[in-house]
């Protein structure tokens, strides 16, 4: 699978913002559909926000209004500015671009990596 580059991730005290990046090595992803799945201590991977080919994008209700997904095609990279951070939010996240299948709303971390292009997990860590 290509790898994608996930960064931006680290400890913050709770109501900071964040700016998570995704970004791919040597190609583009303009038509991909983009996903930022959380892997919670200790659970499997859970798809927290998406935006897809059309730029239209998807979040959960404990996301909703906080978190903010954006693509910048000219610099194949993507972002998701977290904002007003809990410390339900204390997960490592990871960035996944899928041109064929589904982005699946829950899985096993490996097998999402096996599906789709994705790269190692940045932590946020939240403290209150």
């Known amino acids: 699978e290509v790898p994608l580059v996930a960064s931006g991730g680290r400890s913050v005290q709770g109501g900071e913002s964040l700016r998570l990046s995704c970004s791919s090595s040597g190609f583009g992803f303009s038509e991909d559909d983009i996903g930022w799945y959380r892997q919670y201590p200790g659970s499997e991977c859970e798809l927290g926000s998406s935006i897809f080919r059309d730029e239209k994008t998807y979040y959960v209700d404990d996301v909703e209004g906080r978190f903010t997904m954006s693509h910048d095609k000219s610099k194949n990279t993507v972002y998701l500015q977290m904002a007003s951070l809990k410390r339900a939010d204390t997960a490592v996240y990871y960035c996944?671009?899928?041109?064929?299948?589904?982005?699946?709303?829950?899985?096993?971390?490996?097998?999402?990596?096996?599906?789709?292009?994705w790269g190692q997990g940045t932590q946020v860590v939240v403290s209150s």
């Open positions: 996944a671009a899928t041109t064929e299948e589904p982005l699946y709303t829950d899985g096993f971390c490996t097998a999402l990596a096996a599906n789709y292009k």
